[in-house]
C-alpha cells in the first residue's frame, strides 16, 4: 500500500507544482456551462430544467479534456517504465492515477457545480444533490477515462479518439446523474438514482484498474 | 467460433477459406434471393403498416448480427490477450467494419421505418439509442485499432477495449431503458413488437439465416485481405 | 566460473512482426557485467526489455536461482534497477524529491539516509533541490544513474549508461558500476562505447543465426 500512497503523492505534488493545469480544466467548466444559457436563451424555467443534464455533460466534458495528460506524461518522459517495474500490482498504480486525477478534478468540479448551477436557477434543496450526485460519479468517469488514456497512449491523434473511446461508456453514469437531480426537482426518488450511480462507480472499480493495467502493459512492449 | 485453435495458423486458415467461400457464396445468393421473395411478395402486409412492415425484414436481422458481431469481436478479443493468435487480430480487424456496417443499417432502416411510424425519422427509441451507441462502440474500436503505426499495438488497444465494451453493453442498455421509461410516455409504438404473426416469422428467421450468412461471408474475405495485407507490411518471405 | 544466478535460455523476441532475435542464450553469476553491443536495430533495448518483463518474448525462458522469474513477477521486478533510455524523472519535481519518489514506488520508503550517498557518487549534492527541468541532459543523466545506485537492487539492467555524460560523470559511472559489481551485483548495458571495465563479457546481438 505504501506505493499506492506514494504514487498518489507524488501525482499531487506535480499538480501542485502546476496548478495552472487544473486551473484550465476548471476554467473550461465553467466558459462551457455558460455558453448554454447563451445558446438557449436566459428563460429560467428552460434553464432549470435543462440544468442538472448540461452540468452534468460539461463535467464530463472537463474530466475527458484533463485525462489526455492523465498517463502520456509518464509515457513520454519514462516514468511509465517505472510504474512498470514498480514490485508492486500495476493495477493498483491504475488505481492511484484515477484517484489522484478524480481529487484533483472530479471534487473540484463538484465543488464549482452547485455555484453554476445557481446561475441556472436552480432551487437550492437540489444544489447540495447535485453536488453530491457529482461527487460519486466521477470517480467513473476517471477510471473510464483512465482506461481510454492508457489504451491512447502513443496513438496519433489521441485526445479526439480518447473522447470518442470513453464517451459511450460514460452513459450509464451521465443518465443516473442527472437522473438523480431531476429525480429529486420532480418528487422521483433520489435515493434509488445515487444508488446505482454507487453501484456504476463499484463495477468500474471492480473491472477497470484490470483493464488500464492491461493497456499500459501494451503500451511499454 | 468453437474452436478458434483449428484456424491460429493464418496458412491453413487460408486453406480452409479457399475451400469455404465460393460454397458459402453461392448458399448466400440463393438464399437472399429466396428470402427476398420471401420478404417482398409471399409475405402479406400488415394490417396497419402496410407495406412499410417489410423493413422489418431487413432491420431485425441487422440488429440481431450487429450485437452478436460485437459479440464475436469480444471472443476474438479475449483470445488475441490470451492465447495471443495471430489470426484473431486479423479477423477481429476484418469483423469490426463488417458489424459496424450492419449496425448502421440497423440505424437507418429503422429511422426509415420511423417515419411513417412516428413521424418522424428520429425518436429517442430506447432501441434505436442503444443500437446508436453500440455504433459508437464499433466507431471506437475501429478507430483505436487504426490509430497505431505499429498495428499489433492497435489489435491489443482495441481487444482490450472491446471486452470492457462487452460487460459495459448491458449496463448502457439497462441505462438507456430506464432513461427511456422516464423521459417518454410508453404509449410509443415499438419496433418489431413482441407479437410476430406466423406468416411473418418464417420471412423472418430466414432473412436472419440469410444476412448472417452474407456477416460469416464478409469477414472470411476481409480476413484473407487482412492476412495479405499483414504480410505485405511485414514484407516477410511467405511462409 | 562462478555459478550463475541469471540464466537466459533460447530467449526470441519479435518487434513490430519482425524477430530482432532468437534462440538467445547466456548464464551471468555474481559480481558479472554482460556488455550488449550491436547495430541499431540489433535488438539490444528488446533484449533489456525482455529481461524487464516489459517485453512479452515470442519463446524462451529467463531464470533467476533457478526458478523462472515470470513465476513470481513482482519478486522478480523488485531485484531490478533500471535506466532506461529515458531517464525516467519527473521535470516539475526536485532532483531529491524524484529520487526519493522513485524509491517509495519500488516500496522502499526509508531511502532518506542513503539518498547523501547516491547524490555524492554523481556529484550531484548541489543539484539536489533543483528541480530537474533546468537540468542540463548529463546532469539528467547523473540523476538517472544515481536512482539506480539507490535502489540498491542486485541486477542494473542499463540501456547506453554512458549517453550524455562528460569524463568526470563517465568515471563516477565506472566507480558506481565497479563497486555494485565487487559486492556481488549483476549488469547487463547495452553500449555503443566501450565500459572501460576490465573482466566484462560482450555479447553481440544482430548476427544473423
Request: proline share 5%; hydrophobic share 55%; aromatic share 8%.
Amino acid at each position: 500500500m505504501s506505493g499506492f500512497a506514494a504514487l498518489v503523492a507524488r501525482d499531487l505534488r506535480l499538480v501542485w507544482r502546476r496548478p495552472g493545469d487544473v486551473a484550465v480544466v476548471l476554467a473550461f467548466f465553467v466558459v462551457a456551462t455558460t455558453l448554454f444559457p447563451l445558446g438557449i436563451g436566459p428563460e429560467a424555467n428552460v434553464l432549470a430544467r435543462i440544468a442538472a443534464g448540461v452540468l452534468w455533460c460539461a463535467a464530463l466534458f472537463a474530466a475527458l479534456l484533463s485525462l489526455d495528460r492523465l498517463f502520456a506524461a509518464d509515457f513520454e518522459d519514462g516514468t511509465l517504465d517505472l510504474l512498470l517495474l514498480a514490485p508492486w500490482p500495476l493495477e493498483l498504480a491504475a488505481l492511484a492515477k484515477c484517484c489522484a486525477h478524480w481529487i484533483v478534478t472530479g471534487m473540484p468540479l463538484a465543488a464549482l457545480a452547485p455555484i453554476l448551477g445557481v446561475a441556472f436557477g436552480l432551487d437550492p434543496s437540489v444544489l447540495l444533490a447535485l453536488s453530491v450526485t457529482l461527487l460519486v460519479g466521477t470517480p467513473t468517469l476517471s477510471l473510464i477515462g483512465g482506461l481510454a488514456a492508457a489504451l491512447t497512449l502513443g496513438a496519433r491523434k489521441s485526445g479526439a479518439l480518447l473522447a470518442l473511446l470513453a464517451l459511450p461508456l460514460c452513459v450509464p453514469t451521465l443518465i443516473f446523474g442527472a437522473g438523480a437531480v431531476e429525480a429529486l426537482a420532480t418528487g422521483g426518488d433520489f435515493g434509488a438514482h445515487l444508488a446505482v450511480l454507487a453501484a456504476l462507480a463499484l463495477v468500474a472499480l471492480a473491472t477497470m484498474p484490470w483493464a488500464i493495467a492491461a493497456a499500459l502493459r501494451q503500451a511499454g512492449e | 467460433m468453437a474452436d478458434l485453435h483449428f484456424l491460429a495458423n493464418p496458412a491453413r486458415y487460408r486453406r480452409f477459406s479457399q475451400r469455404v467461400v465460393p460454397s458459402l457464396s453461392i448458399a448466400t445468393a440463393l438464399m437472399l434471393a429466396v428470402g427476398l421473395y420471401l420478404a417482398l411478395i409471399q409475405s402479406p402486409p400488415d394490417y396497419q403498416q402496410g407495406d412499410t412492415v417489410r423493413i422489418m425484414f431487413v432491420h431485425v436481422p441487422s440488429a440481431w448480427i450487429a450485437m452478436a458481431g460485437y459479440g464475436l469481436l469480444a471472443a476474438l478479443g479475449a483470445s488475441l490477450l490470451v492465447w495471443r493468435h495471430p489470426l484473431a487480430a486479423l479477423m477481429a480487424r476484418a469483423a469490426a467494419p463488417v458489424g459496424a456496417g450492419f449496425c448502421a443499417v440497423c440505424l437507418l432502416t429503422g429511422s426509415l421505418w420511423g417515419r411513417p411510424m412516428w413521424g418522424a425519422y428520429w425518436v429517442w427509441d430506447a432501441r434505436l439509442t442503444s443500437m446508436l451507441l453500440l455504433f459508437f462502440l464499433y466507431l471506437g474500436h475501429i478507430a483505436l485499432n487504426r490509430a497505431y503505426d505499429e498495428p499489433e499495438r492497435g489489435d491489443r488497444a482495441a481487444a482490450i477495449l472491446v471486452l470492457i465494451g462487452v460487460i459495459n453493453l448491458p449496463i448502457i442498455k439497462f441505462s438507456v431503458d430506464w432513461w427511456n421509461t422516464l423521459h417518454q410516455p410508453a404509449s410509443v409504438a415499438r419496433l418489431g413488437g413482441p407479437s410476430i404473426h406466423p406468416s411473418i416469422l418464417l420471412p423472418l428467421l430466414w432473412m436472419v439465416a440469410t444476412l448472417f450468412l452474407l456477416f460469416v461471408l464478409l469477414v472470411l474475405l476481409r480476413t484473407d485481405t487482412e492476412i495479405d495485407r499483414r504480410r505485405l507490411e511485414n514484407a516477410e518471405p511467405q511462409a | 566460473m562462478v555459478t550463475p544466478l541469471l540464466e537466459v535460455a533460447d530467449l526470441a523476441c519479435r518487434r513490430g512482426g519482425r524477430r530482432v532475435f532468437e534462440r538467445l542464450s547466456f548464464a551471468l553469476g555474481r559480481g558479472e557485467l554482460l556488455a550488449l553491443v550491436g547495430r541499431n536495430g540489433s535488438g539490444k533495448t528488446t533484449l533489456l526489455r525482455a529481461l524487464a518483463l516489459l517485453v512479452h518474448p515470442e519463446a524462451g525462458t529467463i531464470g533467476w536461482q533457478g526458478v523462472d522469474v515470470r513465476a513470481e513477477p513482482d519478486a522478480w521486478r523488485g531485484r531490478l534497477a533500471w535506466l532506461g533510455h529515458l531517464e525516467g524523472l519527473k521535470a516539475d519535481l526536485t532532483v531529491a524529491e524524484n529520487l526519493l519518489a522513485a524509491e517509495r514506488l519500488r516500496g522502499a520508503p526509508q531511502a532518506e539516509d542513503r539518498l547523501d550517498s547516491a547524490l555524492v557518487a554523481f556529484d550531484l549534492s548541489s543539484l539536489a533541490a533543483r528541480a530537474v527541468r533546468t537540468l542540463s541532459a548529463g546532469q539528467r543523466r547523473r540523476t538517472a544513474l544515481a536512482r539506480v545506485i539507490l535502489a540498491q537492487a542486485p541486477l542494473w539492467l542499463l540501456d547506453e549508461p554512458l549517453n550524455a555524460l562528460d569524463a568526470p560523470a563517465q568515471a563516477a559511472f565506472r566507480r558506481a558500476l565497479a563497486t555494485h559489481l565487487a559486492s556481488g551485483g549483476l549488469a547487463i548495458a547495452a553500449t555503443h562505447a566501450d565500459l572501460g571495465l576490465a573482466g566484462g563479457r560482450t555479447l553481440e546481438l544482430g548476427i544473423p543465426t
